[in-house]
């Protein structure tokens, strides 16, 4: 297994910016697609973005495309997430993910290792 550990969130103005990390245990970093996903109070915890393996491609949610990136640093076993321009609707529990048995997913329910979680909070 790998252990996730994300730091990096807080409170931010409407239309600033945080950039989230996720850093993993162990050395097998590179086996896993990472992902992030965040919930709402009230809300399904939904998918924002994954990466693959290599860092080689990614793909967004539509609520986030164009406003947030993910990246991987594959010799620091970290994942990130930047975020610009956000939104109050931004506001939610962001957490990281990591699936072992999939080359690529958008499902929640494929992703066996998860982040504490860290809060995100836009302000209008």
């Known amino acids: 297994q790998v252990q996730l550990v994300e730091s990096g969130g807080g409170l931010v103005q409407t239309g600033g910016s945080l950039r989230p990390s996720c850093a993993a245990s162990g050395r097998t970093f590179t086996t896993y697609v990472m992902g992030w996903f965040r919930q709402a109070p009230g809300k399904e915890r939904d998918f924002v973005a994954t990466?693959?393996?290599?860092?080689?491609?990614?793909s967004y949610a539509d609520s986030v495309k164009g406003r947030f990136t993910i990246s991987r640093d594959n010799a620091k076993n970290t994942v990130y997430l930047q975020m610009n321009s956000l939104k109050p609707e931004d506001t939610a529990v962001y957490y990281c993910?990591?699936?072992?048995?999939?080359?690529?997913?958008?499902?929640?329910?494929?992703?066996?290792?998860w982040g504490q979680g860290t809060q995100v909070t836009v302000s209008s």
């Open positions: 990466i693959t393996r290599s860092g080689a491609a990614t």
């Open positions: 993910a990591a699936a072992d048995q999939f080359a690529w997913s958008v499902r929640r329910v494929d992703y066996a290792y």
